[in-house]
């Protein structure tokens, strides 16, 4: 294998958001409000708990790797070929949150599932946001 066959690519979102970290945490870890904004689920923000997030177009599975409340969240994130991890990494702001999201992993030969997870995930921070904007 050479260097550029093991090279994996980051798809990565930042946002700064007009709420507490507290606020955007609840909707990153309670899987009523992940269902809202992302997949139905059965998430528990506890390190080594397995879950699945399930869409339309099928289901992945993962792992919570990582929980620091209100502050970092990580979790594997597998399915159709796709070994990857999710990390969150929410930071106080003067104007509320800068929020960040990293799936890394994304190998040479899936193109099509990082240019799909690139489009997703502007997807899905768009209805995080909108479900923040009620959720009050």
Request: with cysteine; hydrophobic share 35%.
């Given at each position: 294998m050479?260097?550029?066959?093991?090279?994996?690519?980051?798809v990565?979102?930042?946002?700064?958001?007009?709420?507490?970290p507290e606020?955007i945490?609840r909707?990153?870890?309670?899987?009523?409000?992940l269902?809202?904004?992302?997949?139905?689920n059965?998430?528990?923000?506890v390190v080594?708990?397995r879950?699945?997030f399930n869409?339309?177009w099928g289901?992945v599975?993962?792992?919570?790797l990582e929980?620091?409340?209100?502050?970092?969240?990580?979790?594997?994130?597998?399915?159709?070929g796709?070994?990857?991890?999710?990390t969150?990494?929410l930071?106080?702001s003067g104007?509320?949150?800068?929020l960040?999201?990293?799936?890394?992993?994304?190998?040479?030969?899936?193109?099509?599932?990082?240019?799909?997870?690139?489009f997703?995930w502007?997807?899905?921070?768009?209805?995080?946001?909108q479900?923040l904007?009620?959720?009050?």
């Open positions: 050479t260097d550029t066959e093991a090279e994996t690519r980051t990565t979102v930042e946002r700064e958001i007009a709420y507490p606020k945490w909707a990153l870890t309670q899987p009523h409000l269902a809202e904004w992302l997949m139905k059965d998430f528990m923000p080594g708990h879950f699945d869409g339309d289901s599975g993962c792992e919570v929980v620091e409340p209100n502050r970092t969240l990580a979790y594997s994130w597998g399915g159709m796709l070994e990857s991890v999710v969150w990494t930071t106080p104007t509320g949150t800068h960040r999201m990293e799936q890394a992993g994304f190998r040479a030969d899936q193109q099509q599932a990082y240019h799909g997870a690139k997703g502007a997807k899905f921070f768009a209805n995080l946001e479900l904007a009620r959720e009050d």
